[in-house]
């Protein structure tokens, strides 16, 4: 079965400056997806971005940014010049690609608090 | 484009009672999944709708928990009768396909549910 693991319970950072955020995964499959969901106060899970196993470039999404090392199962989120909107708890999460019907579920890692101070 | 709605926001109840969430996925979406978040942990799947079947309900407590998606749309979820364990956020998603294309989870705000 697969595990997404966040040893990170909280982070802070300050207003402007760069943060990483730590997640690491054990599967046995060679093909799946990786992603990282922010999850504000209100509670609603947004998605930050998305990485497809068999790219080896990591992907961007404007201020956020991973560092995808697949043979060490790792996938870290890196928030550059940090908004105080950015204050959420952040998921991991992990979904097989396989084509099957009952695969498609995401696994979540426990999620790291993020505050940013001013 | 209207989010996934689910309400209630929050209910309260006491152990041994019922109680029902209803969500609305996004127009057009044909995959519905009713997630489970305790205090402390990442979301867990509950179970998941393609259209109004039922792909996976393997981590379901069916001796208390019960899901129907009538006519492919709208999805309600019961506990009946609740524990304290059962104190949880419970979270709906839909996505507008499934299984191996690149499809986005979206999610609703979530049901905050206290059993005392």
């Known amino acids: 079965a697969q595990t997404v693991t966040q040893s990170q319970p909280e982070m802070s950072v300050q207003e402007a400056e760069t943060v990483t955020l730590s997640c690491t995964y054990d599967t046995s499959e060679s093909d799946y997806y990786l992603f990282w969901y922010k999850q504000p106060p209100s509670r609603q899970m947004i998605l930050v971005i998305r990485q497809e196993a068999y790219k080896q470039q990591n992907a961007t999404e404007n201020r956020f940014s991973v560092n995808f090392q697949k043979a060490a199962k790792s996938f870290s989120l890196k928030i550059s010049d940090s908004q105080l909107g950015d204050a959420a708890m952040y998921f991991c999460?992990?979904?097989?690609?396989?084509?099957?019907?009952?695969?498609?579920?995401?696994?979540f890692g426990t999620g790291t608090r993020l505050q940013v101070f001013p | 484009e209207a989010g996934v709605a689910q309400s209630p926001r929050y209910k309260i109840i006491e152990k041994r009672q019922s109680v029902a969430f209803w969500c609305n996925p996004i127009?057009?979406?044909?995959?519905l999944y009713w997630y489970q978040q305790i205090l402390g942990q990442g979301p867990k799947l509950l179970i998941q709708f393609q259209n109004n079947g039922v792909v996976d309900d393997s981590q379901l407590p069916k001796d208390r928990f019960s899901a129907e998606r009538l006519k492919g749309v709208d999805s309600t979820l019961k506990i009946q009768p609740a524990k304290l364990e059962d104190s949880a956020v419970y979270l709906c998603?839909?996505?507008?396909?499934?299984?191996?294309?690149?499809?986005?989870?979206?999610f609703g705000p979530g049901t905050r549910l206290l059993v005392l």
């Open positions: 999460a992990y979904r097989s690609a396989r084509v099957l019907p009952n695969t498609d579920k995401l696994i």
């Open positions: 127009s057009g979406h044909a995959t």
């Open positions: 998603a839909s996505s507008l396909l499934w299984a191996g294309a690149q499809e986005t989870q979206y």
